[in-house]
């Protein structure tokens, strides 16, 4: 008799190779269908760069499913009802999908699962998307982890908990025909007018074999010195994988095998390897705060920064947006952002920090605004990483380590070519004058044929000021604490 068919719940987790639900539901033998849902009203419903990274994807992924006579279908609509739908369309007997961490997540897929089993369809859940679950990484005390460097000496001694997964083999066919390529199209997750992602596909190859290529590409180049490069925004010096792993085009536990793999071909020293495997804990630590704070997408994990005096200032908040603050390293990054869909991490770190503190902007408008504007926009390391410069996250660092964004520029970009690549009004300046311009003398602006307020802004607070007027914030904070 032939075997029922099984649905594939794809989320964030858009490839064939590693991908445990997939596998396991190849394994049983049966026709398998796999489903993409589209849900406006869930909590993490991708923002608006990350849907130009799926649409591309997806279509890949269609692509080479079909090659293998398996149909990917595109449903919008509350996720719940649409799984079960397609699961009562193609006569499943169960439905397979990797775990998601997120407190809403779980509660769609704990109460999905109910409706699929009182119809008397299986529903198996999987880890797809971490080395380590966050249950399975235990302080000493039985706790979850707060602070980043014991959790990272667990994980490294722990490692991963799973076997990476080949492609699978499908052994039976649906037949529902050719992918339904106009069924993606009706997602319409591309920009169409003004179509802003125009420059994105110089930037990305967003399928699968483009995740492989970028991380064959790092570990045989940057890698080599990621520890003295990643921290320059002038330098090719990371891997670009973060849009992959936000939506699965490669899993994590692929990167860190290969990473290992590399030292072990000789090609990669054991501190550059460490560096970059510790990075990735960083996503995974991330998660490990999601799940065990469920709060930690709106709420400060420091209970305190609840009476925090944020300002509310939306002309400020547009400048920052638009990268016209008069601050170059922080609008190279915002306008890099708006470019690219991507900001290097270091420049992530001073643009969050200018907002935050020097305009005592609420952490959670920038987080929003990057939600929308990040072809890796992450549901953990998202939240997790505003917080953490806001100083009210999990092990953030203190408070009055207050970025400076003109010392962060002449260390972390010390020719200007970054901020020269992004801010070409600046193009003219020295090196001298290149991360603070209304330092520089009249002359010297004239020569580079910038009148400071015309085509660039002045700064739109000043940076000593600013500085001082954050830790006052703070202060106030603190004392209505008591
Ligand atoms: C305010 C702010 C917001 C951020 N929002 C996101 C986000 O939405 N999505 C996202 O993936 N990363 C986010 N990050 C973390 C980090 O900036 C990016 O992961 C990194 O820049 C991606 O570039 P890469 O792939 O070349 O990194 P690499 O240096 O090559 O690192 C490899 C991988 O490790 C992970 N990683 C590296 N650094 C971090 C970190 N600090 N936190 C969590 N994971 C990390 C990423 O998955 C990354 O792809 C944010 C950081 C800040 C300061």
Known sequence: MAKSPTLVWLRRDLRLQDNPA???????????VCLYVLDEEAVYAPGAAQKWFLHHALHALAERLEGYGVSLLFRRGREADCVEEAAREIGAAAVHWNRRYGAAEIETDKSLKARLSAAGIDALSHNGSLLREPWELRTKTGGPYQVFTPFWKALRQAGPSRREGQEPRFDAQYGLGRALAGDLD???LTPTSPDWASAFSDCWRPSEDGAARALAEFLDGPARSYGEDRNRPDRPG??????????GTISPLTVWNATIAAMAAGSLGDAQREKFLSELAWREFSYHLLFHNPQLPGEPLRPAFARFPWREDQAAFRAWTRGRTGVPIVDAG??????TGWMH????????SFLVKNLLIPWKKGERWFW??????????????WQWVAGCGADAAPYFRIFNPVTQGEKFDPDGAYVRAFVPELAGLSNAHIHAPWTAPEAALKAANITLGAAYPRPIVDPGQSRARALGAYDAMRTAAL
């Open 186 to 188: 009706r997602l319409e």
């Open 238 to 247: 990371t891997s670009r994988l973060s849009p992959h792993l936000a939506i």
């Open 345 to 352: 991490n270091r420049v992530r770190m001073i643009a969050a």
């Open 372 to 385: 929308e504007t990040l072809v890796d926009a992450d549901p953990a390391s998202n939240p997790a990483s």
């Open 22 to 32: 997939l596998t396991a539901a190849a394994n049983g033998g049966g026709p398998v």
């Open 334 to 339: 915002m306008r890099e952002l708006w470019k």
